[in-house]
């Protein structure tokens, strides 16, 4: 059965490399992403030998199991043909391609997938990546060392660890069924898309509703603006829906649309000036698959990481607990330079301190019972001292005692007499002489 809906292809080389080593086709039945690795010639090469592999595989199947079958042999079979392109071309050793592929049965999704290329699912408002990504960052996310956030920017994102390669005959592909129904959109891209693109604006391109060439339009040039330092490949493929398309002409994109046996000639060096200098990552590898004894180094750098990690937040921890713990004691040792008047149970206390409180910490201590009881003090004294009065320094918090303390004298009238001062003595007489 034909497959009924619309699809469309779309493939860019970026804005830093200079030649384009993906590839992909947009067909009747089949659909398929390729990113090529093994320098400026083997990826593209390798991605072209997987896309063409594969397209006769563009036909109805009667079964799930015959497409996975056929898909599986076709993979298998490219392997062999990048092994003999390898041995024939020595300069090509170590070329490899990823591989997402779905081929439609009916009401089914028959996917293939090897490598990091990526299949995404848009269904019911909601976007789910369908395949897992066969890299060195991805097991250590799997492994919970790392969080899909860190992937992103880990410095060996671009290791695979599976990949349709010259040095394995029997590819391990992930292969499984899933049940389609109208109005998915079935995403297939390479990681110049999903590793500058975030899922979050992949779906609003997605719930934007447009027909899968303007959206795979508009996902393209998100990459672009993101900067683009890998080749950028998407195929979108909706299934009915009001996009519905019938063509009989597949679209065949990036490297392997160049015509079978033409050579694509090398890339000029580009030359630099002091205003655009060139870019050394132009025509570097994408992906690499690493030796055994590479993976070991890796994971045994990614334990060191973790180390440093580590041993820096704990450090920085011990740093913020040393910088709170010196604030926390440099604002108590301001809070014991401050005083005020306040009340026990019954009588008038000097206090050092502030009269806030931090939960169950004190900030204030009892420095003088002044033995001046709260009955003894007029209402408005009692008052304030029941609020507490706010001295400037302990001398002021005396004189305001000094103060209460006439307060009291007055109420309980044993106010202190004012001295009674000494009469003055009447000045003598001088004796008065007889007149003789």
């Known amino acids: 059965m034909v497959f009924e809906g619309s699809s469309a292809a779309i493939s860019h080389t970026g804005k830093i490399r200079s030649n384009n080593q993906d590839s992909g086709y947009s067909g009747a039945n089949l659909f398929v992403v390729a990113d090529g690795m093994g320098g400026h010639a083997g990826g593209d090469v390798a991605s072209s030998l997987a896309i063409h592999r594969l397209e006769p595989l563009d036909q109805p199947y009667t079964s799930t199991e015959d497409a996975q079958a056929s898909l599986q042999a076709a993979a298998t079979t490219a392997a062999g043909d990048l092994i003999r392109a390898a041995k024939d071309r020595p300069e090509l050793a170590g070329l490899g391609t990823t591989l997402s592929a779905i081929i439609m049965v009916d009401d089914y999704a028959v996917i293939g997938h090897i490598g990091d290329s990526r299949i995404y699912l848009y269904r019911d408002d909601a976007l789910t990546q369908i395949t897992a990504d066969h890299t060195f960052v991805q097991r250590l996310v799997d492994s919970g060392r790392i969080t899909p956030e860190e992937a992103r920017y880990h410095p060996r994102r671009s ?7 010259d040095m394995d005959a029997d590819p391990e592909l992930d292969m499984f069924v899933m049940h389609t129904q109208p109005g998915d ?7 110049g898309l999903s590793g500058v693109v975030d899922e979050a604006h992949i779906l609003k391109a997605m719930r934007m509703g447009m027909a899968p060439g303007r959206t795979a339009d508009n996902l393209l040039k998100q990459a672009l603006d993101g900067g ?3 080749n950028v490949t998407i195929v979108l493929v909706e299934v009915g829906g009001q996009h519905a398309l019938h063509s009989g002409t597949a679209t065949v994109v990036g490297s ?5 046996n033409v050579t694509v000639p090398p890339v000029r060096a580009p030359r630099g000036n002091w205003l655009h200098p060139v870019r050394q990552a132009a025509n570097d590898p994408s992906h690499f698959e690493p030796a055994p004894e590479y993976l070991e180094e890796l994971i045994e750098e990614d334990r060191r990481r973790a180390k440093r990690r580590r041993i820096g937040w704990i450090a920085g921890m011990l740093v913020v607990v040393a910088v709170l713990a010196f604030a926390a004691f440099a604002a108590y040792s301001w809070t014991q330079t401050r005083y005020f008047v306040g009340a026990d149970e019954d009588s008038v206390v000097i206090y050092q301190g502030v009269q806030q409180n931090i939960g169950p910490i004190t900030l204030s201590t009892p420095l003088r019972d002044t033995d001046i009881l709260l009955a003894n003090l007029p209402p408005y004294q009692r008052d304030s001292v029941e609020r507490t009065i706010t001295a400037r320094s302990f001398s002021d918090a005396e004189a305001i005692v000094a103060r209460l303390q006439a307060g009291a004298d007055r109420v309980t009238g044993e106010e202190t007499p004012l001295p009674t001062p000494l009469p003055t003595p009447l000045p003598t007489p001088s004796p008065t002489e007889d007149a003789g």
């Open 159 to 165: 290791v695979l660890m599976r990949v349709l390669s």
């Open 185 to 191: 959109r079935w995403l297939l891209c390479s990681d």
């Open 228 to 230: 683009a330092p890998d």
């Open 256 to 260: 392997a649309s160049n015509p079978a």
